[in-house]
């Protein structure tokens, strides 16, 4: 478990993440926690393709990410808008020119640079929670995230889908249009926390856990930890997918 302490406009915002590979063979989870002066940023990307290839697709979406936000010179506004279009771009031209499959992967960025925004592509999920209580929080480009909109199943019922796995956005399919969404600005507060997820972590911590484990955590490390227990403690008769989170606390 890696963590990072960042002050930012008179807030302490204290992160950590875990990357886990669960009981497949390979990882094909990438994180990103990274910070400067006035700006952090965080996220997680959930590969797929298989052979590896997930992990490639991730790793290319993480990195390209990185380096837009090691440029000084970037537009804080504009910023998550033209990461998701770079890693696309990137993504696609990898694909082009080698051998890789069908790969894809997923992405959830947030953002914090005097206030908060995130974008996502995928099933990797942002949870906002203001005083232990979930506030906001993304929905799936997913077969049953529709199949809720079409008021077939619950929202509950995701987890457990047949299709949960079926994407119908990600980074590495065709676009017609952009396809990732990006979120409102939220203004930063204290007794704030943001959960970034991949699905097979939300899999098996219910949103109640969540919360209660985060009331309950004097810190972002032993929050993780707790909900690190939960999943084990289920998962562990079934065939874990990679599970990451990065966590983060700002008080």
Known sequence: MDNLNQSLNN???????????????????????????NRCLYGV?????GQGFGRV?????????????????????SFLNDAFVKVQQELMNKKAVGDYGDMMTTLALVHIAGD??????????????????????????SVPQALVYADEITFDEIRHH?????????IGKEWSKDEFT?????DIKSGEAILICSDGFWEYVLESEME?????????????????????????????DNYSAVAVMIK
């Open 11 to 37: 807030y302490e915002i204290t992160s950590a993440y875990i990357t886990r590979k669960g009981n497949r063979n390979y990882n094909e989870d990438s994180v990103i926690s990274i910070a400067t002066l």
């Open 45 to 49: 990307a959930d590969g797929l393709g």
């Open 57 to 77: 697709a991730s790793d290319t979406a993480v990195n390209s990410v990185k380096r837009i936000f090691e440029d000084e010179s970037y537009d804080t506004d």
């Open 116 to 141: 908060i925004r995130w974008a996502h592509i995928g099933d990797t999920r942002v949870y906002l929670f203001d005083d232990g209580s979930i506030e906001d929080q993304t929905l799936d480009h």
């Open 162 to 170: 047949p299709d949960r796995n079926r994407l119908l956005r990600a």
């Open 182 to 186: 990006l979120s409102d600005i939220h």
């Open 212 to 240: 209660e484990t985060l009331r309950s955590s004097p810190t972002v490390e032993e929050w993780l930890k707790q909900m690190e227990r939960i999943i084990v403690n289920r998962g562990h008769d079934y065939d874990m």
